[in-house]
């Protein structure tokens, strides 16, 4: 299959996998930041890993770089207007003008009704093509009672709905 090709034909294909929407954010006391992010996955539950991908272009690149530490905040449906702000539509500390925000003990912003905020140390990083993979060990959990993940699928936000097994 030649180059170009692939290429399409891979986007397509992971437009169909079906990932929950998060919100990575850092900071420290030059400012909090974040990105919306669907490459996040589990890594180990001893200890409890995690890894996100993001690319290096990001505004959070640098920070999470620096600072080596890093939330990762599962949406849940209600937080469907949060992604807007976090995808561009507004920069810097003004996209933390959506939704409820706190700082951690670290000063590490967690949104205080996610579905799981899941609090991180880098313990590992890897430079892929555009990306840097950030390897994050969980130092703390805040899960809510809730479970009504936000989903994002072929480019567009759903929801989950439970299937008869």
Do not use: Y
């Not at 996040?40 to 290096?56: E, F, M």
């Not at 937080?79 to 976090?86: K, L, P, S």
């Not at 994050?136 to 097994?165: F, K, M, Y």
Request: charged share 20%; hydrophobic share 45%; aromatic share 4%.
């Amino acid at each position: 299959m030649e180059l170009e090709t692939l290429n399409n034909e891979f986007k397509l294909a992971m437009r169909r996998l079906a990932s929950t929407v998060a919100i990575v954010t850092s900071g420290g006391e030059e400012g909090w930041t974040g990105m919306v992010a669907t490459a996040v996955t589990s890594v180990a539950v001893n200890p409890p890993t995690v890894l996100v991908v993001v690319n290096r272009n990001a505004s959070l690149s640098p920070v999470l770089m620096r600072e080596g530490r890093f939330c990762v905040n599962l949406l849940s449906q209600r937080h469907a207007r949060i992604v807007g702000a976090f995808s561009g539509q507004k920069k810097g500390r003004e996209r933390f003008e959506e939704g409820p925000w706190t700082s951690s003990e670290g000063g590490i912003p967690v949104l205080t009704d996610a579905v799981a905020s899941l609090i991180c140390k880098t313990v590992n990083t890897l430079e892929m093509a555009t990306h840097t993979i950030f390897v994050g060990e969980v130092t703390d959990v805040h899960c809510h009672d809730q479970i009504d993940p936000l989903i994002w699928v072929d480019g567009h936000l759903a929801r989950a709905e439970s299937v008869a097994a």
